[in-house]
């Protein structure tokens, strides 16, 4: 069984690097923590719709550096709009997947819990 101090220890804040031929070289993208989710939920509902700004606002969120910290701030999401919408894309799926975000996590979501309840019968 866990333990307050096991999960405390544990390194849950998993990390991709991603390939951006468009900008050259390799970013790193980070599964959020519960406060950088909240304040991406809050500029979601408090800022543009379109889907360039999701993405950048997402890049802000979820892209750090080699020192782990983020590489993006708020102030940057105007000439990240501008960048490549094909790296933007790329980058913005793979922080979307391993973030929970969007119709493929949500459909991997559901065929995980369907294989967990189907392992028990429940079948007398």
């Known amino acids: 069984m866990l333990t307050r101090e096991l999960i405390q220890a544990a390194v849950d804040l998993k990390s991709e690097v991603v390939l951006v031929p468009e900008w050259g070289g390799e970013v790193t993208v980070i599964v959020m923590d519960g406060r950088a989710r909240d304040a991406f939920q809050v500029a979601m509902q408090a800022g543009d719709k379109s889907v360039s700004y999701f993405q950048a606002s997402l890049l802000v969120a979820a892209v750090v550096g080699d020192d782990a910290k983020p590489l993006f701030t708020a102030d940057d999401i105007d000439w ?13 799926r793979v ?16 065929k995980n819990s369907e294989a967990a309840t189907s392992g028990s019968s429940g079948s007398a």
């Open 95 to 110: 922080a979307e997947r391993i973030n929970g975000f969007g119709v493929a996590a949500v459909e991997e979501a559901e």
């Open 80 to 92: 990240l709009r501008n960048k490549s919408s094909a790296a933007l894309t790329r980058v913005g």
